[in-house]
């Protein structure tokens, strides 16, 4: 089973400041990585797939990039709504798994 | 509206049984791969079953193999989960998920590139 591990657990910045969340697969996943976001009491909601392809909807400051075993997400000038918590998600081999998420909280 | 409506869930006994049902509108459901993924309390996610269009494929999490049953009504655009035995480790939050209808091949086995719909989660306590 691929682990996927996520850097750092919590991210505390401010409205205007740039979150970069990094997620760490055990083996190489290609570039079949996804991220969500999800808030308290919510569902989770995909942001990026195959790495770097915004879903649809999806802001401009939202971005995904890397290949492999290595990946980022990074937000852009974090709007108050981007508080949350986001999960990386390997579509690679079977089982497809989760990372433990990154929640970026006001600071 | 597009949209995944689980329920079912509760509270049951370890050893107990509960089934989930998510009701699916707005899209052709029959075309999707369907998930059940669940997150324990303050936890991360965990895919748990997931059943192709007419049921031709079914996968099973281990934590769940031999106990847990996914099931498909197309006609009624519903997804199941039927839980038997179930654990004080089974509990969490049971979401439905959707397969994204875009994604690539390896060989002859095709696969989505992420889970794009999402119902809002039924909780299931074990205790």
């Known amino acids: 089973e691929i682990v996927l591990t996520q850097s750092p657990a919590t991210l505390s910045l401010s409205p205007g400041e740039t979150a970069t969340l990094s997620c760490r697969a055990s083996?190489?996943?290609?570039?079949?990585l996804a991220w969500y976001q999800q808030k308290p009491g919510q569902a989770p909601r995909l942001l990026i797939y195959d790495a770097s392809n915004r879903a649809s909807g999806i802001p401009a400051r939202f971005s995904g990039s890397g290949a492999g075993t290595d990946f980022t997400l990074t937000i852009s000038d974090l709007e108050p709504e981007d508080f949350a918590v986001y999960s990386c998600?390997?579509?690679?081999?079977?089982?497809?798994?989760f990372g433990p998420g990154t929640k970026v909280d006001a600071k | 509206e597009v949209k995944l409506v689980e329920s079912g869930g509760g509270l049951v006994q370890p050893g107990g049984s509960l089934r989930l049902s998510c009701a699916a509108s707005?899209?052709?459901?029959?075309?999707?791969?369907m998930n059940w993924v669940r997150q324990a309390p303050g936890k991360g996610l965990e895919w748990v079953s997931s059943?192709?269009?007419?049921?031709?494929?079914?996968f099973y999490s281990d934590s769940v193999k031999g106990r847990f049953t996914v099931s498909r009504d197309d006609a009624q655009e519903s997804l199941f989960l039927q839980m038997n035995s179930l654990r004080a480790e089974d509990t969490a939050v049971y979401y439905c998920?959707?397969?994204?209808?875009?994604?690539?091949?390896?060989?002859?086995?095709?696969?989505?590139?992420?889970?794009?719909?999402w119902g809002q989660g039924t909780m299931v306590s074990v205790s």
């Open positions: 707005g899209f052709t459901f029959r075309t999707y791969n």
């Open positions: 059943i192709s269009p007419t049921s031709s494929r079914i």
């Open positions: 998920a959707r397969d994204s209808d875009v994604g690539y091949c390896r060989g002859s086995d095709c696969y989505s590139l992420a889970l794009d719909l």
């Open positions: 083996q190489s996943v290609g570039s079949y």
């Open positions: 998600h390997q579509r690679s081999i079977w089982p497809f798994t």
